[in-house]
């Protein structure tokens, strides 16, 4: 599976567009770009994810650069809630490959009031 | 709603305990994980399971081993603790194949080995 890069932190005021990027310049044509959070003392939290189209859903929207070497999640509408960690990962829906997330630290992001 | 359950949030146990680490979950699914988590280090895939009584190892097995005796339980052993495992447990479970396979966790163990 291919690795992300994304920046360590980030802040966003609330009520604000919160923008995470994330670069994945090594991946192959079957991976898909995955989006997870970790809110303080939770298990992490699936959010969304996606191959080449942009993709949005009730918690987030997705936009994937056309050579999909790079792609930034967005929270329309940032909430104090929304402060956590978010991890972009990306991984291969190989038949029976359902297995292995190859984790990195996240971006950390605090939603100021 | 899907639920991954853990046995403890908090756990306290000696060095040279046998630690027993419990998980549920209620979506019939194949595939169920254990992570640890560590500051700076990420989530670590200790060990994972795609059936009832197989398992894998992750990236970093040693000092610890797994029993998948029945689909919904997934459990986690540490045969005799050492400090160096005290560190947040997380536990996961997804369906074994298809398009939409995310992994839904468990709110963690935080285990502290004295």
């Known amino acids: 599976d291919a690795k992300t890069t994304q920046p360590p932190s980030m802040d966003c005021a609330e009520g604000r567009a919160a923008n995470l990027p994330c670069n994945h310049s090594?991946?192959?044509?079957?991976?898909?770009v995955y989006w997870y959070r970790q809110i303080h003392s939770q298990g992490p939290q699936y959010i969304i994810h996606?191959?080449?189209?942009?993709e949005t859903n009730e918690m987030a929207s997705l936009i994937i650069t056309e050579d999909r070497k790079s792609s930034t999640l967005i929270l329309p509408h940032a909430t104090l809630r929304d402060t956590a960690v978010y991890y972009c990962?990306?991984?291969?829906?190989?038949?029976?490959?359902?297995?292995?997330?190859?984790w990195g630290l996240g971006t950390s992001l605090a939603v100021n009031p | 709603d899907v639920k991954v359950t853990q046995s403890s949030r908090y756990l306290v146990k000696r060095t040279g305990e046998k630690v027993f680490l419990e998980c549920v979950q209620d979506?019939?699914?194949?595939?169920m994980f254990w992570y640890r988590q560590d500051p700076g280090l990420g989530l670590r895939l200790i060990y994972f399971?795609?059936?009832?009584?197989?398992?894998e190892k992750g990236d970093i097995p040693e000092g610890y081993s797994v029993s998948r005796e029945k689909k919904e339980r997934f459990s986690l052993i540490l045969e005799s603790a050492s400090t160096n495992q005290t560190s947040m447990y997380l536990c996961?479970?997804?369906?074994?194949?298809?398009?939409?396979?995310?992994?839904?966790f468990g709110p963690g163990t935080r285990l502290t080995v004295l």
């Open positions: 979506m019939d699914h194949e595939n």
């Open positions: 990962i990306v991984r291969a829906h190989n038949a029976g490959n359902n297995r292995k997330l190859i």
């Open positions: 996961a479970s997804s369906f074994l194949t298809g398009m939409d396979n995310e992994q839904f």
């Open positions: 090594t991946i192959s044509g079957n991976e898909y």
């Open positions: 399971s795609y059936d009832v009584k197989m398992k």
């Open positions: 996606g191959l080449k189209n942009n």
